[in-house]
C-alpha cells in the first residue's frame, strides 16, 4: 500500500531534492488538507488521471493548482484527439498503485504522459500533494519537481467565469 510513497521518497533523495513529510489525517477535501499542511489550496497539486475519449491507451496525468478547474477539450487536443475524460478509479488505482486523492503528481508508468499546467509552477515556490497515501503529504520546491518530474507544461484550466463576462 505504500510502496508509491517509498518510491517518491527514494527519487527524491536521489536527486537531492527540498522537501518535507506531512504525515496526517486521510482527509478527502483538498481545502481541509491544504490547512492541516499550512499551504494555501492553490499550492496544491491535484493529479488528475485522464485518456483520450474513444480511446485507449493514450493516458495523461494532469497535474494542477488545487483551485483551478480542468478544461477536458485542452487536455483532449494535449492526448491527440478532440475531449479528455476522467479514467475510472479502477483504472486509476491500476495504473498509479494509488486510489483516486492520493495519486502524487509524478508518474512511474511510461504510458502516462505527465502534463502541468504552469500556473501550478508560477504562483508558488513549493507545491504541496498526496505522496502516494490519503494519510502522507509532501511540500516539494518548485524547481526540484520541475527538474525532477520533466513534465509538459501546458495551460489546461477553465478560464475563469468572470473574465470572459462582461461587467453588469
Not at 56 to 62: C, N
Not at 114 to 126: F, K
Amino acid at each position: 500500500m505504500h510502496q508509491v510513497f517509498q518510491r517518491l521518497v527514494s527519487l527524491l533523495d536521489s536527486h537531492q531534492a527540498r522537501y518535507r513529510v506531512i504525515l496526517h489525517p486521510a482527509e478527502g477535501q483538498s481545502a481541509r488538507v491544504a490547512e492541516i499542511r499550512g499551504t494555501e489550496p492553490g499550492q496544491g497539486a491535484k493529479a488528475m488521471l485522464c485518456s483520450l475519449k474513444g480511446a485507449h491507451e493514450a493516458y495523461g496525468l494532469v497535474i494542477l493548482s488545487g483551485d483551478q478547474k480542468l478544461d477536458m477539450k485542452k487536455v483532449g487536443a494535449l492526448l491527440g484527439g478532440k475531449k479528455a475524460q476522467l479514467v475510472s478509479p479502477e483504472l486509476a488505482r491500476e495504473l498509479t498503485g494509488c486510489v483516486i486523492g492520493a495519486i502524487p503528481p509524478l508518474s512511474f508508468d511510461p504510458r502516462i504522459t505527465l502534463i502541468v499546467d504552469p500556473q501550478l509552477t508560477s504562483r508558488y515556490t513549493e507545491i504541496a500533494f498526496n505522496a502516494g497515501r490519503l494519510d502522507a503529504s509532501m511540500v516539494l520546491d518548485t524547481q526540484d519537481y520541475l527538474r525532477i518530474a520533466q513534465p509538459l507544461l501546458a495551460s489546461v484550466t477553465q478560464a475563469p467565469e468572470s473574465a470572459s463576462a462582461p461587467p453588469a
